[in-house]
């Protein structure tokens, strides 16, 4: 059964008395018990599925776009109270009101207003292209100064101990010490300054310890005080940021305070 275009005013395009007959033919058919109640139930709804409607935009007293709906209803001659729905949903709710409505014309525009300038296929195109950024960083790997892609620290990069390149690695050790004199561990480098990177002591004594003081030869500043047990007791000292010696030409030496122990030293660095 078709339900016309719902026009009522003036009987223009209005195809009620079709409507009517049919209507009145399932009334008959209802009294002789053909068909139930539920199935005319389900005709009306599908009638009233045809229904007129209006929907619009509204922004509520809260700044919440809804979408506001008014179902028609041919009984009244008039709109049911609408229903608003949130963005994405199907539950209706309830707005703070009171609402205010959105001129679609101007939504619109303010949405393309909005999205002007933003990035599309045309604007990446003018974008720098994969190839051109590859020709332009180096690849990975150990590379020479001209070769490589050049890096910054960041502005709040927390202190990096760092020291001179060295020239030229040196070393030194001791044999048994069992004085109090002072010996040298790296001999003194002509005009040049020694940084020294790690010191290894040791005691061969079975029973004498004693406290060792590494100096500086030229001056003999202490620089490093430390104990080395008897029976293979000493210590070792990796220095992160060199110990460097105060001038140039200077030895580093080892004093042992206690007589009678066998203390043996080791040192290595570097001398610019």
């Known amino acids: 059964m078709s ?4 026009k009522t005013e003036g009987n223009k395009g209005n195809n009620f008395p079709y409507q009517l007959r049919n209507l009145q033919l399932l009334a008959d058919v209802i009294a002789t018990g ?18 007129d409607y209006e929907a619009m935009l509204v922004v509520d007293n809260a700044g919440v776009t809804w979408l506001e709906v008014k179902v028609w209803n041919p009984s009244t001659g008039t709109f ?26 101007t939504y619109l525009a303010t949405i393309a207003s909005n999205t002007t300038g ?6 990446l195109s003018t974008r720098l292209a994969d190839a051109t950024f590859t020709s332009r960083i180096n690849t990975l790997g150990q590379k020479t100064m001209a070769a490589s892609t050049p890096v910054v620290l960041a502005s709040n990069q927390s202190t990096i101990p760092t020291y001179p390149f060295p020239t030229t690695m040196v070393s030194g050790a001791t044999g048994a010490i069992t004085n109090t004199s002072a010996t040298t561990i790296i001999a ?4 040049a300054v020694t940084y020294v990177t790690q010191i290894l002591v040791t005691n061969a004594h ?19 005080t430390g104990y080395a047990a008897p029976a293979g007791g000493g210590f070792s000292i990796s220095f992160p940021t060199p110990l460097r ?9 080892i004093i042992c305070v206690t007589t009678g122990s066998e203390v043996y030293a080791s040192a290595c660095g570097f001398s610019i």
């Open 206 to 224: 079975a029973t004498v310890g004693t406290v060792v003081r590494i100096i500086d030869g030229a001056t003999t500043n202490v620089l490093y």
């Open 188 to 191: 003194a480098q002509a005009g």
């Open 245 to 253: 010696m105060p001038s140039s030409n200077s030895a580093l030496q």
């Open 3 to 6: 339900i016309g275009n719902l």
């Open 34 to 51: 053909a068909v139930s109640n539920a199935l005319l139930t389900q005709i009306l709804t599908a009638i009233q599925d045809g229904s």
């Open 118 to 123: 933003l990035a599309t296929e045309v604007t």
């Open 80 to 105: 049911d109270p609408p229903v608003y729905y949130a963005p994405g949903s199907n539950t209706p709710g309830s707005p703070a009101l009171p609402v205010t409505y959105i001129n679609p014309n």
